[in-house]
């Protein structure tokens, strides 16, 4: 990749601190790499004393596979393996990796479990309806668990949450709080907050920050913006000592003044939302909860406004540097089948047609979501949905014979359907 003069900078730049500023589609990950790439090939650093962190498993694979070529070597699965590489991994890979490690420092086990969200959905019910007798309707469990998560991304402990009380349900999650932690406790358990919370905890006894401070001497973190309190404090403690430290964020995201937000209370305009206030969001991990805002911030920006109406006359506002995701799983569409280009960064690209939806307890996803964590791929693209196989079977022939697309599956045995002569329709084109 051809790096521009700024990009060029920020690649050379390797020791302390540094800011790196750029919005969505600027090539900030691939700044990374390229700077990863700079470090061992010409500044001479020990690739073990790298580390890369980002939030997204994709971010992680485009930076693992760089090193792959500069290094000649492969990843392994099992992180543990990779111990003389640049530790290149989500967040949450590399907090579990300091766990396992390091954990009996903190008093607990190494044989300890992470609950996922139907074991803390569980957990959160019986204490609701069966401890503490309260009504489910009333005290749902998604709202008691979102009160609790943003405690814990806040630093708030179930020992200290007493002194946040300021309302009614702020006590019923008090005493939910503090059965909950307790029963993660017995069970030498952990849910994916505390990962971070414990990940810091360790790292707050001074002979392990000493080992991990030495191990990494050099951290690069992607999409620096999203990153909340206890994974600010953990990068801030790694980096204390050689300051090495290079972080790229995403600067322009923000939304147009009068967009409607969803709190806790009732739609409300963004410019009048108050601080601490709880709106509407997604995590890093597309979780939608309701978060707290801890400050506010606005600023003239001097760009077009694009507006984008959707089929139910929804609308959507951003600047060209802005990116917006859109859901294909909501129930606004009946369509049963999708004809769809995949992506692997080392396989290429296969056509393939699917089911469009299927129904699972959580309700209907898309099928291509599935099929993408099957066959290990980066991405899909939906190029047609019908209600139709018969058109679905035509349209996945026609533009794989058109275009030279293989069809064959990434990473799996799939039985391909045969294409009769019913199937055809030329007419059509």
Not at 71 to 93: C, D, G, M, S
Not at 119 to 143: C, F, G, T
Not at 255 to 281: A, G
Request: charged fraction near 25%; aromatic fraction near 16%.
């Amino acid at each position: 990749m051809n790096l521009n003069p700024e990009q060029e900078k920020a690649k050379k730049q390797i020791n302390w601190p540094v800011l790196i500023l750029a919005w969505a589609g600027s090539w900030k990950t691939a700044t990374l790499t390229a700077r990863i790439e700079y470090m061992i090939k010409e500044a001479q650093i020990a690739p073990h004393n790298i580390l890369a962190v980002t939030f997204t498993n994709k971010a992680a694979r485009e930076m693992k596979e760089r090193v792959w070529r500069v290094l000649w070597v492969e990843y392994q699965i099992n992180p543990f393996k990779n111990r003389w590489l640049p530790a290149v991994w989500t967040f949450h890979w590399i907090w579990v990796m300091i766990l396992k490690e390091k954990i009996d420092t903190i008093w607990m086990n190494k044989d300890f479990v992470i609950y996922d969200t139907s074991d803390q959905a569980s957990i959160l019910k019986s204490i609701i309806k069966d401890e503490l007798k309260l009504d489910e309707k009333k005290y749902p469990v998604r709202m008691i668990w979102s009160f609790i998560s943003n405690a814990k991304n806040a630093l708030i402990t179930a020992e200290k949450y007493h002194l946040y009380i300021d309302s009614h349900i702020k006590e019923i999650v008090n005493n939910v709080y503090k059965i909950y932690q307790n029963r993660l406790n017995e069970n030498n358990a952990l849910d994916f907050d505390d990962i971070l919370i414990k990940t810091l905890q360790i790292l707050q006894i001074p002979e392990n920050l000493e080992f991990y401070q030495e191990r990494f001497k050099y951290i690069m973190v992607d999409e620096y913006q999203d990153t909340n309190a206890p994974q600010y404090e953990i990068v801030k403690l790694l980096a204390s000592k050689y300051r090495n430290l290079a972080v790229v964020g995403d600067d322009w995201q923000c939304l147009e003044e009068n967009t409607i937000l969803n709190t806790l209370s009732w739609p409300k305009k963004i410019n009048e939302v108050k601080k601490w206030e709880k709106i509407l969001s997604y995590d890093w991990s597309e979780n939608k909860k309701y978060y707290e805002v801890k400050n506010i911030y606005s600023k003239n920006v001097n760009e077009n406004i694009y507006t984008i109406k959707t089929s139910l006359w929804y609308e959507i506002k951003a600047t060209s540097k802005h990116i917006f995701f859109s859901n294909p799983e909501q129930n606004n569409n009946n369509y049963e089948y999708a004809v769809y280009l995949m992506y692997s960064s080392k396989l290429w690209y296969r056509i393939w047609f699917t089911r469009y939806k299927w129904t699972s307890k959580s309700g209907n996803i898309l099928w291509i979501r599935k099929r993408l964590n099957w066959e290990r791929a980066d991405y899909a693209f939906i190029l047609e949905t019908t209600n139709d196989i018969k058109q679905a079977k035509f349209l996945e022939q026609l533009l794989s014979f058109k275009y030279s697309i293989p069809q064959t599956v990434f990473y799996a045995k799939w039985k391909l359907q045969e294409l009769n002569q019913n199937c055809l329709g030329f007419d059509r084109f």
